[in-house]
């Protein structure tokens, strides 16, 4: 219009509207997962190696980008894309916290923390199918210290490429802090990082909805929770928890209805935290009486460490938010009541 007051409507392309798309584009990729994840573990290991060698593109796409993509940091139409600068990444070295939708008093380490913490959880897939290894006494110390070491490179190696390369402000689109696809914009060829992007959720996805089922099935045959031994029975031809892989999907849905990631990521990391906290604290405890079943293998491994870790795990949980650790907590004491 040429009337500067009248403001032109902009028509959103949603089945319903946003929110709702969300949740249903979100139950449609679980339910695709959830018939992966029944078709068996062989299904499951090829897929991952497929997703995996689509992450590494979209990854060295973004990377190769950084040096290939012109400068476009203009107020205006630009994208805050300085290309590689000693001054962008010397004035994005220290911290900015600032207020955002989820939280208006402003974000603080912790806060970031709570959101960034999922991310590196999925170190641990390798032990929740350990049933599935062909030697996961000598798989697992490699597997888990590998993914370890390679994952903190990739993600420091991301953080410091946009710290070098992009201005927290500016640009048509807010640069760090505004363009939430930014990545996407910087790389050679964008749609290779967006299905990099839908490779990495769904491996995640994906790797807890097999390995959840598995960790219930070893428990309830070791009779700790003779109430969900039912959802621990296995398909016969192959020992896959069928049922567990049902009640997972059940409780990822009562995730997707909230339809709001940031909504329930600070929750996430207590539950994950509580889990490595007991995983710490039963190995001292095997260790420290030494029970004669428990001889771990792994010559760095020292049981002062792990009751460590088990308290350092905790005290992050408090740290994030204290009501949440002890709902958490008394969750988990009412499961081993």
Do not use: H
């Amino acid at each position: 219009s040429s009337n500067p007051n009248v403001t032109a409507a902009v028509v959103d392309n949603y089945m319903t509207n946003k929110a709702w798309d969300i949740r249903i584009v979100a139950f449609i990729g679980l339910c695709v997962i959830l018939c992966v994840a029944c078709a068996g573990a062989d299904w499951v290991v090829k897929i991952d190696i497929g997703q995996l060698c689509i992450l590494i593109i979209g990854i060295l796409a973004f990377v190769i980008g950084s040096f290939t993509t012109p400068v476009n940091a203009d107020p205006t139409t630009g994208m805050a894309f300085t290309g590689w600068n000693e001054t962008t990444f010397a004035s994005n070295w220290g911290s900015d916290y600032r207020p955002t939708v989820i939280n208006p008093q402003g974000e603080n380490f912790m806060t970031i923390f709570s959101v960034f913490f999922p991310a590196v959880t999925g170190m641990m897939a390798g032990a929740n199918i350990s049933g599935e290894l062909k030697n996961a006494q000598k798989s697992l110390p490699f597997g888990t210290m590998f993914a370890v070491t390679l994952s903190n490179v990739v993600y420091v190696a991301i953080a410091w490429i946009l710290g070098a390369t992009c201005l927290r402000d500016g640009g048509l689109y807010g640069g760090l802090f505004g363009d939430s696809i930014l990545m996407i914009r910087m790389a050679v060829w964008g749609p290779l990082v967006i299905v990099g992007i839908f490779a990495s959720t769904i491996s995640s996805a994906l790797a807890t909805l097999v390995g959840a089922p598995r960790i219930l099935k070893a428990v309830c045959d070791d009779g700790l929770f003779p109430p969900l031994e039912w959802f621990a029975v296995a398909r016969e031809k192959d020992n896959e928890p069928i049922r567990g892989y049902f009640l997972t999907g059940f409780i990822a849905i009562l995730g997707i209805l909230i339809g709001d990631l940031n909504a329930i990521a600070p929750l996430i990391p207590n539950f994950f935290l509580a889990t490595r906290a007991l995983i710490n604290f039963a190995c001292f405890l095997a260790s420290y009486s030494r029970s004669p079943g428990w001889r771990p293998t792994y010559k760095m491994y020292n049981k002062w460490v792990s009751l460590v870790t088990a308290v350092l795990c905790i005290a992050v949980m408090f740290a994030i938010s204290w009501w949440q650790a002890l709902v958490t907590l008394g969750l988990g004491f009412a499961l081993y009541v």
